[in-house]
């Protein structure tokens, strides 16, 4: 078992439309980048519909799906634990949420020192 704290994480909000997403498509992932407009939020996709490349960093999983991050988003975010929810609103027009009148929506708080220290060792 890991000591180290889990870099993302996801509500329960979140945890049950993954679930309703892989019984209406199958295997899913996510992918964080960091572009305005839909790049700015999680975008879920089956798996195969999104390549994931060496440029992208692999930062866990949330209700089973793996979750990526770009490694220049990353950067920005490395020192927050990224918290996966659920609001009201208009999906990304490729992630898979979309037409459910919800989207994931990213939350974040500040790593500790001593989890800081932990992740980067």
């Not at 390549?51 to 988003?73: E, K, M, P, T």
């Amino acid at each position: 078992m890991s000591d180290l704290p889990p870099r993302v994480l996801a509500t329960d909000a979140s945890l049950a439309l993954i679930d309703t997403l892989r019984a209406a498509h199958g295997p899913i992932l996510f992918h964080q980048s960091g572009g305005c407009c839909d790049g700015s939020s999680p975008m879920c996709y089956p798996v195969g519909d999104f390549l994931i490349g060496d440029s992208d960093i692999h930062l866990g999983r949330i209700g089973g799906a793996d979750f990526y991050i770009s490694r220049a988003q990353f950067e920005y975010w490395k020192h927050t634990q990224l918290i996966i929810d659920v609001v009201p609103g208009r999906g990304g027009m490729f992630s898979l949420e979309n037409g459910r009148d919800v989207r994931f929506h990213v939350r974040s708080r500040l790593f500790t020192d001593e989890e800081s220290r932990a992740l980067n060792g």
